[in-house]
């Protein structure tokens, strides 16, 4: 079992930027693939972001390319994501996932084998 830890979120306004972190147990933590998804309040959980082990390649949702950035730091056992030009629909809680067993697509949930408790970020107007 892998234990995963968000942290970073909070209350920003419109047009802010965060930085969420996700810390992870375990000492194979350059092995997994790692994503972040995000689920509103009344709405399906989505794709946000994703980086692979070597974090050399990495995969974006349409509605946040170009403004969240996935990053990683395998001697730290954490990966980030850098969200910017933050708009009121950002609004979700945002969970970290890996993916240990590379089993499914890494753009959506199917991929990922493990789960953190999410941390919410609220952006308003």
């Known amino acids: 079992q892998v234990q995963l830890v968000e942290s970073g979120g909070g209350l920003v306004q419109a047009g802010d930027s965060v930085r969420l972190s996700c810390v992870a147990s375990?000492?194979?933590?350059?092995?997994?693939?790692m994503g972040w998804f995000r689920q509103a309040p009344g709405k399906e959980r989505e794709f946000v972001a994703a980086?692979?082990?070597?974090?050399?390649?990495?995969y974006y949702a349409d509605s946040v390319k170009g403004r969240f950035t996935i990053s990683r730091n395998n001697a730290k056992n954490t990966v980030y994501l850098q969200m910017t030009s933050l708009k009121p629909e950002d609004t979700a809680v945002y969970y970290c996932a890996a993916d240990a067993f590379r089993r499914g697509t890494l753009t959506t949930g199917d991929g990922y084998d493990y789960w953190g408790q999410g941390t919410q970020v609220t952006v308003s107007s």
């Open positions: 375990g000492r194979t933590f350059s092995s997994y693939n």
């Open positions: 980086v692979t082990r070597s974090g050399y390649t990495t």
